[in-house]
């Protein structure tokens, strides 16, 4: 709406900057003005600056050229979440906590973690021009180890405002911010900085050494160096340290922290590829750093420690079984699963908790299996394998059971054409064909006519390559299409493949997408979350 009123209004109309500035203050110290009026002064200016230099450049990257990301591994995790005490965070402690960009020529520095040679000149020169665009308040799409995040300067309100515009995204949603290291995190905090004391509480240090760099975001007291249209005006700010090695270096050598949601239209499917992004956001923003796929899928889990007890407002890519094993998240819980707030949901601290996300052009219809498996474990003991394997393939047989009585009674009522299933059950046998490989069955093969860019025909479609259906007779079986997923016994996997997956059942044209769900504990939990916000209608499988 900011957008369009923003075009409506001739540029004749709009005083000079200073004025506009001056009248901006006078207003706000004589009534309660709205939080966000300034927004659509900013949006203005964003539609301007980025008009003037897109069309959008494809910049690509080679991570593995870039310093390699260093976290610790499990059994490192396991022994400071059991620690007598908390580490203090420091260099020595915690050297995966700082970094520094390797220099161009020269000795590089011993936090550094780079590789022994030099960075390829290729990667270092995408590296600096992206930086470049960053440094001028530009926003830029950048890879991460979750999704794509459109990043720009945290510390700039003209800078964020270019994110609203381009994504078209509610001002009331607040953004993640992205550091590189914990020195940038404290140069947030100077009143903490003078009196020599870490800003970070206490309860958040061994899940940092635990589980930073990675998909984990944290709610702390908001810094007096972020604008408000970061936090969307509340007392907290959501911050985390990426683990991607090409994030991390572009936020090193931008030198500010990067505020960066997914790289997509609001609403729409998270972004994996740079492809994704252009689907989106070509024409929008100046660059897209193209740094492969993500190796994770979903977004990052946002835990807010601030609350007592402990809250997981989004369940991500660090499990809400793996924080509570921290002492200091005793009690913990999970929005929606433990409590619901209304007041929390109509200004919301983090971003995911007010809106519809994560939704293809085509309704989304769920299939879950929550209760199913509730009841399930009633029944077999999970501790053993042999009975756990068995509930497993009893599941498997009421999701296909509730799977067909739902597209029967899709044809039966004409209300589909073309129907897409992604399914997550055909692969509850062995440890083989739950391996097996995701993607379009051969049955569906048959249906679609897929090519490459060079016109070459696929053996396999794939999410972010173009597919031409076939003519097929509307409102019969044989306009349904089938994208495995994964496994529901690896719901790691379904995490990878489902917003790809999603993107390219709206790819081929369908009209109703039928989605197999998994099960809520571990990685599911984050799946699960995604695909009920995407869901239009949610069903119950029933043994």
């Not at 900011?2 to 075009?7: C, H, K, N």
């Not at 760099?213 to 160096?225: K, N, Q, V």
Request: proline share 9%; with cysteine.
């Amino acid at each position: 709406k900011l957008s369009a009123i923003a075009q409506a209004e001739p540029a004749a109309a709009a005083p000079p900057a200073s004025a506009t500035a001056a009248t901006a203050t006078a207003t706000a110290r004589a009534t309660p003005m709205p939080q966000y009026d300034v927004q659509q002064q900013l949006l203005q200016q964003a539609a301007a600056q980025v008009a003037s230099c897109c069309n959008t450049q494809l910049l690509t990257i080679d991570s593995p050229q870039l310093p390699p990301v260093a976290t610790p591994d499990a059994a490192a995790v396991q022994q400071i979440l059991s620690a007598a005490e908390a580490p203090d965070l420091s260099p020595n402690s915690c050297p995966h906590l700082y970094y520094t960009m390797p220099a161009q020529h020269g000795p590089t520095h011993s936090n550094s973690m780079a590789h022994s040679g030099a960075m390829q000149q290729q990667s270092l020169a995408v590296l600096q021009q992206a930086a470049e665009l960053l440094q001028q308040d530009l926003p830029v799409a950048i890879p991460t180890e979750t999704v794509y995040g459109l990043a720009a300067n945290a510390l700039s309100a003209p800078a964020v405002a270019h994110i609203f515009r381009a994504k078209g995204r509610p001002s009331d949603n607040p953004l993640i911010v992205h550091i590189s290291d914990l020195d940038m995190l404290y140069k947030l905090y100077p009143d903490h900085i003078a009196a020599g004391t870490n800003p970070i509480p206490q309860q958040y240090h061994r899940l940092i050494a635990a589980f930073w760099p990675g998909p984990l975001t944290i709610l702390l007291p908001a810094s007096p160096l972020i604008p408000a249209a970061v936090t969307a005006g509340q007392p907290t700010v959501a911050v985390r340290m990426p683990a991607h090695p090409t994030a991390r270096a572009l936020i090193a050598a931008a030198g500010v922290p990067l505020a960066a949601p997914s790289a997509n239209t609001s609403g729409r499917p998270s972004p994996t590829t740079a492809q994704h992004v252009l689907e989106d956001l070509n024409g929008r923003i100046p660059a897209v750093v193209d740094g492969g796929a993500c190796g994770f899928g979903v977004e990052s889990t946002v835990l807010d420690g601030l609350r007592v007890p402990p809250v997981v407002l989004r369940p991500g890519g660090v499990t809400a079984e793996q924080l509570a094993e921290s002492p200091q998240m005793e009690g913990l819980q999970v929005y929606s699963r433990d409590f619901t707030d209304k007041a929390l949901e109509t200004r919301p601290t983090t971003p995911g908790m007010k809106y519809r996300h994560y939704s293809p052009t085509a309704p989304v219809l769920l299939l879950d299996p929550a209760l199913a498996w509730q009841t399930l474990q009633e029944q077999y003991d999970s501790t053993q394998e042999q009975q756990k394997q068995a509930a497993m393939q009893q599941l498997s047989r009421a999701m296909d059971s509730a799977t067909e009585k739902l597209l029967e009674q899709l044809w039966q009522h004409e209300q589909a054409g073309r129907v897409v299933l992604l399914s997550t059950c055909r692969c509850c046998g062995s440890k083989a064909a739950a391996d097996a490989a995701c993607g379009w069955t051969a049955d569906s093969m048959q249906q679609l006519q897929c090519f490459d860019r060079n016109g070459t025909a696929l053996p396999r479609a794939a999410p972010d390559r173009r597919c031409s259906p076939r003519a097929a007779s509307s409102g019969s079986p044989s306009d349904l299409l089938e994208y495995v997923l994964g496994s529901v016994q690896r719901p790691d996997t379904v995490a990878k493949e489902l917003f790809g997956a999603l993107r390219a059942a709206d790819g081929v044209g369908c009209d109703v997408i039928v989605v197999q769900g998994v099960l809520p504990v571990g990685t599911g939990m984050a799946v699960m979350n995604r695909l009920q916000k995407a869901a239009s209608q949610r069903h119950h499988v029933d043994l």
